[in-house]
């Protein structure tokens, strides 16, 4: 953070909207090549995150916090805020709302996407300009993959750089390596086992420091398809192409993962539903971060409605939910919202 954060003519109240992403994996989770993890995702249009900040009428009393989902949420709100007043310093007092935000650890990047709106809302009540690199250094985001914090400010297909192996424990955000704009008419059929979570939290971190280390020549393969498949294909729309980088990328990250996660996907009934569209059509299947959604790459929204169609016959009765999404060539918004407590939507 700046020690001298740029001021800005604050709002009463100021809504922010995020867009989840899709982790779509490591090119190096063990930094055989020089640089660390280093990530490929994608910004969706669905599975947001929504969130306000309104300056309390009583600048005394504690924030109040509304529309926090479960009780770990509204935890992490209260403590990103005692983050954002140690950094800002005191000022006054900022009540939030939650209007909505995607299931927790599914692999959609919840926590981010809800630190990043909550910073950046709170930080613009409060007259500060911090930038979204700012707000993620404050909060402690992003310390293995940038995608959900690059995704927050520009949206589309998105590579970072990792961190350099020599010096992986410092806390500067992974670099933006590249960006392309997603096809508008390719979709993504999500997949969402509501019976499950993925890893996180010091169980992540066990299982992560219990893997082999990655070989390099997998490592190479994985930066072979990042560089000369996946962000070539998304530049000239080739779908086949692009589905099929995708499937090599995900079989290889996720059959690394496997010892931790339970198999290449964390959910059985997830990958029953992506095998059976995989075999109707061409599609780029794979997995979210630790999932459990998992996420099936087709080629138009009509070959997406078939793609769900031959997911739900092929798992009758299995607590899944499904979605239909595209990508977003866009980041976050905000806007002014109303003084009033309840109904933010209204300007």
């Not at 997998?218 to 072979?224: F, G, T, V």
């Amino acid at each position: 953070m700046p020690t001298t954060p740029g001021r800005i003519s604050p709002p009463s109240a100021i809504t922010v909207e995020s867009p989840a992403r899709l982790h779509l994996g490591f090119i190096d989770p063990n930094g055989s090549l020089g640089r660390v993890f280093g990530s490929v995702g994608l910004a969706i249009d669905t599975h947001g995150t929504r969130v306000t900040a309104r300056q309390a009428h009583a600048a005394t009393r504690k924030a109040i916090i509304e529309g926090a989902a479960i009780e770990p949420q509204r935890e992490r709100i209260e403590q990103h805020i005692r983050q954002l007043e140690a950094a800002l310093g005191k000022g006054p007092t900022i009540d939030i709302e939650v209007h909505e935000t995607p299931r927790a650890h599914t692999g959609l990047g919840s926590g981010t996407q809800l630190a990043l709106a909550l910073g950046t809302a709170f930080a613009r009540v409060r007259g500060h300009e911090a930038s979204t690199a700012d707000i993620a250094a404050i909060l402690a985001r992003g310390a293995r993959s940038g995608i959900g914090i690059h995704g927050f400010d520009h949206g589309g297909l998105i590579v970072d750089g990792g961190r350099d192996a020599r010096n992986a424990s410092r806390t500067t955000l992974p670099p933006l390596i590249a960006r392309q704009p997603f096809p508008e008419a390719w979709r993504i059929l999500l997949i969402d086992d509501t019976s499950r979570e993925g890893l996180h939290g010091d169980e992540e971190k066990r299982g992560l420091a219990s893997l082999a280390p990655f070989p390099a020549t997998l490592a190479a393969h994985l930066s072979h398809l990042v560089l000369l498949r996946i962000l070539p294909a998304v530049a000239e729309s080739d779908f086949d192409t692009f589905a099929d980088a995708i499937c090599d990328l995900q079989q290889t990250i996720g059959e690394y993962f496997a010892p931790v996660q339970g198999g290449v996907f964390a959910s059985p009934a997830v990958a029953r539903a992506l095998e059976a569209v995989a075999a109707e059509q061409k599609a780029g299947i794979g997995q979210t971060s630790w999932g459990p959604v998992g996420f099936a790459f087709v080629a138009s929204a009509q070959d997406a409605e078939r793609a769900l169609a031959a997911a739900q016959r092929a798992t009758q009765g299995a607590p899944l939910a499904f979605t239909i999404a595209a990508g977003r060539n866009r980041g976050a918004t905000w806007r002014a919202a109303g003084r009033r407590h309840h109904g933010a939507n209204a300007a």
